[in-house]
């Protein structure tokens, strides 16, 4: 599905920019933008996984480890849990 949206840019070194760039790569400033946000969109979900990594790390300070299988499990949850979450949004 298409949408369209109007971005106003109050810097206009940004905006020249980002439109010499879309020269260079031969394509539309939309397609750099909206490759921008997809990626800012994964690093926020990325971030939900370090409250797991840290938990295992004081864990494994505190206990001397834990098995990798199970931080593993927990992080393959999480994952599918916020993948599950932006596919329902997508329907």
């Known amino acids: 599905m298409k949408r ?3 971005v106003v840019f109050h810097d206009e070194y940004l905006y020249t920019e980002l439109k010499i760039e879309a ?9 750099i ?4 946000v997809r990626e800012w969109l ?3 979900g990325d971030a939900e996984l370090l409250p797991i ?3 295992a790390r004081t864990e494994w300070k505190k ?6 299988a ?6 393959e949850i999480s994952v599918d849990r916020r993948e599950g979450a932006a596919e329902a949004k997508r329907v």
């Open 63 to 68: 206990k001397g480890g834990r098995p990798w």
């Open 42 to 44: 994964e690093s926020r």
């Open 4 to 6: 369209k949206m109007t």
């Open 53 to 55: 990594i840290e938990t």
């Open 70 to 75: 199970d931080v593993e499990r927990e992080v």
């Open 23 to 31: 020269v260079r790569r031969h394509t539309a400033a939309s397609d």
């Open 33 to 36: 933008v909206a490759d921008a």
